[in-house]
């Protein structure tokens, strides 16, 4: 049919190119914001590609809601600009006749959407957080870079190597300086390298010296070594961190029904259904008058927008904090927004407004059709 396939080319169009500039938007941010996070040190640099393609991944369902939201608005908002929504009207196809075309081109992306936001989104967060606890647990020598400065995981040590091996077992010019309670000491060293005593790391140095300070009282005390022996850390094992509900995976939510878990399944669900309504009320919002602008619907449909995801937000924390419940919540908001958009369909479909429902002189009101 005609009218199918026209207004699902205009939407293909109009949707792939939405998401291609989002996506690139995106992309900058998140790269900014994760090289900052590198220079901080929370971000191994050699895997900023990996952690910006990740949140990126984990972005992809707000990214995809809205490439169709502003798809489905441009796309309609431009037939009524150019008069060719009176043409369609004018052949008998009235405003609830396109939201057959509109869900036939959505379904695929709705579920796309509902696979990333209950499957895809969780297993991203939980790759991030697991390559920045890894970055943060490495030993104090791997945290090492040559030629620089580098301060400790605890923050009492300040290392410094000249060079290293490729295993980053053992360094040359080793420079170490630490402080313990009001006892400081500087120790250098020709060479170190790291061995292991049962689950204990030890840096092993030699044919160097070491500065002894009381910060209390001034007195130092200078030692030269040939071999010295420096507890680096007492555990290598890597701890199993717990996994929050952002980590969790979706059956695992359903499984343990806690107040958090509860906030979180009721977000992940609750983008699904934000993406339905959306459709239904960019139909709503289309509707352009050529004396205002096209910008001014486009303006108005992105607030719309940023409401509703700000509502969602809320309900989480809410849900999470006990005040209300999840379904209830989410019968409020999303069937409420499912409830105004139809009902906002209807009046515009029926060509309904206050002065044909409104009695005149004692009159029934007038039906328009």
């Not at 790269?31 to 952690?51: D, H, Y």
């Not at 002065?355 to 059709?369: D, K, Q």
Request: charged share 15%; hydrophobic share 45%; with cysteine.
């Amino acid at each position: 049919m005609l009218f199918h396939s026209s207004l699902r080319k205009d939407l293909a169009r109009n949707f792939g190119a939405t998401l291609v500039i989002l996506v690139t938007i995106v992309m900058t941010i998140i790269l900014i914001r994760t090289l900052g996070q590198a220079s901080r040190g929370s971000v191994n640099p050699s895997e900023v590609m990996l952690v910006m393609g990740l949140s990126v991944l984990g972005q992809m369902t707000t990214i995809a809601t809205l490439s169709l939201f502003i798809a489905c608005v441009a796309t309609l908002s431009r037939m009524y600009g150019e008069s060719e929504m009176v043409i369609w009207f004018a052949s008998g196809q009235g405003l609830a006749n396109f939201v057959q075309p509109l869900l036939r081109f959505a379904w695929p992306i709705l579920l796309v959407i509902a696979l990333l936001s209950l499957f895809v989104l969780p297993w991203s967060h939980q790759q991030i957080q697991d390559l920045k606890q890894r970055y943060e647990k490495r030993n104090d020598v791997e945290r090492i870079a040559p030629g620089q400065f580098q301060e400790s995981a605890g923050g009492n040590r300040v290392f410094f190597i000249d060079k290293d091996s490729p295993g980053q077992r053992w360094g040359t010019n080793v420079f170490v300086s630490s402080r313990d309670g009001r006892l400081e000491s500087v120790t250098t060293a020709s060479q170190g390298r790291v061995e292991f005593v049962g689950t204990d790391r030890f840096l092993y140095l030699e044919n160097g010296q070491q500065w002894l300070t009381q910060l209390d009282t001034g007195e130092t005390r200078l030692t030269q070594f040939e071999r010295y022996q420096l507890l680096i850390d007492t555990d290598n094992a890597l701890p199993g961190a717990a996994v929050n509900s952002r980590q969790s995976a979706t059956w695992q939510l359903i499984q343990q029904p806690t107040a958090a878990n509860q906030a979180e399944l009721a977000w992940r669900t609750g983008l699904l259904f934000t993406a339905i309504n959306m459709v239904l009320l960019a139909l709503a919002l289309s509707a352009v008058n050529p004396r205002v602008g096209r910008s001014y619907h486009l303006s108005l449909a992105l607030f719309v927008f940023v409401a509703y995801y700000n509502l969602l937000t809320v309900g989480q924390n809410w849900i999470s904090t006990g005040r209300v419940g999840a379904g209830a919540f989410m019968l409020m908001l999303h069937g409420g927004v499912f409830l105004l958009a139809v009902l906002w369909l209807t009046i515009r479909h029926m060509n309904w407004s206050w002065r044909t429902l409104m009695p005149v002189n004692g009159r029934a009101p007038r039906s328009s059709t």
